[in-house]
């Protein structure tokens, strides 16, 4: 009986946990906006906006830059 209980309130609280938790978590890292044809990788104070004109144009985009946070590539 213990050991039901103990699965039961296992069970409970990963349920529970997984409804709480941040469903953004679970979807693409790449994004398509209206303006940008991608944008993936988190702009920061280390990757800003050199890095991602430089991984933009690299993977043969026009253009890229940081917009909202987030490094976008334009064709």
Do not use: Q
């Not at 050199?50 to 987030?70: I, L, M, S």
């Amino acid at each position: 009986m213990n050991i039901t209980k103990t699965s039961v309130i296992f069970f409970s609280l990963v349920i529970l946990t997984n409804s709480l938790s941040n469903s953004d978590v679970l979807a693409s890292p790449v994004m398509e906006t209206s303006k940008n044809d991608v944008c993936f990788i988190p702009c920061t104070t280390r990757y800003g906006e050199y890095e991602c004109w430089f991984d933009c144009t690299h993977k043969r985009y026009h253009d890229g830059g940081c917009v909202n946070g987030r490094c976008c590539c334009k064709k």
